[in-house]
T-cell receptor
Framework: DAGVIQSPRHEVTEMGQEVTLRCKPISGHNSLFWYRQTMMRGLELLIYFNNNVPIDDSGMPEDRFSAKMPNASFSTLKIQPSEPRDSAVYFC???????????????FGDGTRLSIL | TQLLEQSPQFLSIQEGENLTVYCNSSSVFSSLQWYRQEPGEGPVLLVTVVTGGEVKKLKRLTFQFGDARKDSSLHITAAQPGDTGLYLCTTPRGKGSQGNLIFGKGTKLSVKP
């Protein structure tokens, strides 16, 4: 079975440019998560969706970041305009519905390594 | 805000050695998960523990959840190079926040052949 698919795997761009990261969750999973991982701060939750609806976006750093989930099989994380401090590895994960029967396993993609010059 | 402290931060050992890594918090865990992340990949779930005092075994890996549910340990017996990776513990940020997980910064394990 296909896991969580993220694209691109690597992105290098200049500051000020718009960056769009894409994610296809595992079929049948109702919850989708976007994380950012850096050496300094570790793995941090940015936002998560349940049934395509954003539930908690308290981790989104600022208005330059936005996330959408137009349907159950696709989500995007957009940064506009990008800054060098946004350089990190961004992960998407999916799971069965959170809040139903305890802590669910989250299945992670292989991440997008983003470098803003 | 609950913080997770993982120790040690780095660990480099020879194949065949035993090791233990730790995850501690000042607050009680509602439940706890351990993930392993290999270089260039996303984290993969190893185990979920929910009951104080619980012990779970996964082949050479033994997971313990403290009686007071404020600490957990992962013990690896006879480590192999394939165990190399970043070991992360995580717990929900608060009650009713099963989707909002906080992660420790991890223990980076290197097992040399």
């Amino acid at each position: 079975d296909a896991g969580v698919i993220q694209s691109p795997r690597h992105e290098v761009t200049e500051m000020g440019q718009e960056v769009t990261l894409r994610c296809k969750p595992i079929s049948g999973h109702n919850s989708l998560f976007w994380y950012r991982q850096t050496m300094m701060r570790g793995l941090e939750l940015l936002i998560y969706f349940n049934n395509n609806v954003p539930i908690d976006d308290s981790g989104m750093p600022e208005d330059r970041f936005s996330a959408k989930m137009p349907n159950a099989s696709f989500s995007t994380l957009k940064i506009q305009p990008s800054e060098p401090r946004d350089s990190a590895v961004y992960f998407c994960a999916s799971s069965l519905n959170v809040g139903t029967g305890g802590l669910q396993p989250q299945h992670f993609g292989d991440g997008t390594r983003l470098s803003i010059l | 805000t609950q913080l997770l402290e993982q120790s040690p931060q780095f660990l480099s050992i020879q194949e065949g050695e035993n090791l233990t890594v730790y995850c501690n918090s000042s607050s009680v865990f509602s439940s706890l998960q351990w993930y392993r992340q290999e270089p260039g990949e996303g984290p993969v779930l190893l185990v979920t523990v929910v009951t104080g005092g619980e012990v779970k075994k996964l082949k050479r890996l033994t997971f313990q959840f403290g009686d007071a549910r404020k600490d957990s340990s992962l013990h690896i017996t006879a480590a192999q190079p394939g165990d190399t990776g970043l070991y992360l513990c995580t717990t929900p940020r608060g009650k009713g926040s099963q989707g909002n997980l906080i992660f420790g910064k991890g223990t980076k394990l290197s097992v040399k052949p």
